[in-house]
């Protein structure tokens, strides 16, 4: 008896961690750096998307600026992906806090 519902828990924990992944793939996350000068899109896997560069913000005699604010929104998209990953953990983790492998 024990073992079917270990084996029951199990399949719900993988459901869950299939769905999971489902969304993350969907999760569509943007952020701005230099006040919108650049703009990151990111996939709940943290896969850059789409990233739009004002063309003012373009100076050929200060490109490094330009490096930083695109590291800036890409980085803060990142965070944003991790920050809404965690929201949806947090309902798993308080049903027993199992550790799902490759989720921490």
Known sequence: MINKKMKKM????????????????????????????????????????????????VDPEDVEMLQDLVVAAVNEASRRVDADLQERLGGIAGMGGMGLPGMG
Do not use: N
Not at 26 to 55: C, F, M, N, Q, Y
């Open 10 to 57: 199990l399949e719900e924990a993988q459901r869950m961690q299939d769905q999971l992944q489902r969304d993350l793939g969907e999760l569509r996350v943007t952020a701005t750096a230099g006040g919108g000068v650049v703009t990151a899109t990111v996939s709940g896997h943290k896969e850059l998307l789409e990233l739009k560069i004002d063309p003012a913000a």
